[in-house]
T-cell receptor, first 117, second 115 residues
Framework: GAGVSQSPRYKVAKRGQDVALRCDPI?????LFWYQQALGQGPEFLTY????????KSGLPSDRFFAERPEGSVSTLKIQRTQQEDSAVYLC???????????????FGQGTRLTVV | AQSVTQLDSHVSVSEGTPVLLRCNYS??????LFWYVQHPNKGLQLLLK??????LVKGINGFEAEFKKSETSFHLTKPSAHMSDAAEYFC?????????????FGAGTRLAVHP
């Protein structure tokens, strides 16, 4: 497709369940970001990939969160043993180039809304 | 460290009246600043960006923003609001750290437009 695609759009998980969220970036985009957006808040950075390399995972809130991008295209964000505080919209964004081009636009997907009950 | 502060969490205007959404930034060097809009059930869309060229930046849908270094501000304006402008707006600064760029978002301003 032409844009960043995320699936599923909505996910309801029981507390303690593991979930996997998928991101299909724009084809050929080098950079891929994951963000977490809690209700009523701005998106907060989770992690960054440049091709298949995870260069920054400083925003991951706990070791229950894990992200991968094994072939440098599709990425998966996995959350183990989900907790209620994990309820949020998870956004994926991609951009064409790596760094240090400051003028590369980031394109966002529609997000996955995760509700933990 | 870079950060942005959006001064209003909610703004309500009448259709046809001007819009002003306020944003102040903090940056240790000349920043790249953006405004994004988020409509319900849609992805974040770039409205406009400032990257040290012209200080008055024009974006899509009639929006514009002015970079004022002396005031560390990057307020978003539109002369005449439309009902379709109702959405969440985010002021964003790009931070270069560890050899790559990442976007730092403000908390957002929800714009309501009433007839």
């Amino acid at each position: 497709g032409a844009g960043v695609s995320q699936s599923p759009r909505y996910k309801v998980a029981k507390r303690g369940q593991d979930v996997a969220l998928r991101c299909d970036p724009i084809s050929g985009h080098v950079s891929l970001f994951w963000y977490q957006q809690a209700l009523g808040q701005g998106p907060e950075f989770l992690t960054y990939f440049q091709n298949e390399a995870q260069l920054d995972k400083s925003g991951l809130p706990s070791d229950r969160f894990f992200a991968e991008r094994p072939e440098g295209s599709v990425s998966t964000l996995k959350i183990q043993r989900t907790q209620q505080e994990d309820s949020a919209v998870y956004l994926c964004a991609s951009s064409l180039l790596g760094t240090p081009d400051l003028n590369t636009e980031a394109f966002f997907g529609q997000g996955t809304r995760l509700t933990v009950v | 460290a870079q950060s942005v502060t959006q001064l209003d969490s909610h703004v309500s205007v009448s259709e046809g009246t001007p819009v002003l959404l306020r944003c102040n930034y903090s940056s240790s060097y000349s920043p790249s600043l953006f405004w994004y809009v988020q409509h319900p059930n849609k992805g974040l869309q770039l409205l406009l960006k400032y990257t040290s060229a012209a200080t008055l930046v024009k974006g899509i849908n009639g929006f514009e923003a002015e970079f004022k270094k002396s005031e560390t501000s990057f307020h978003l304006t539109k002369p005449s609001a439309h009902m379709s402008d109702a959405a969440e707006y985010f002021c964003v600064v790009r931070m270069f750290s560890g050899g790559y760029n990442k976007l730092i978002f403000g908390a957002g301003t929800r714009l309501a437009v009433h007839p």
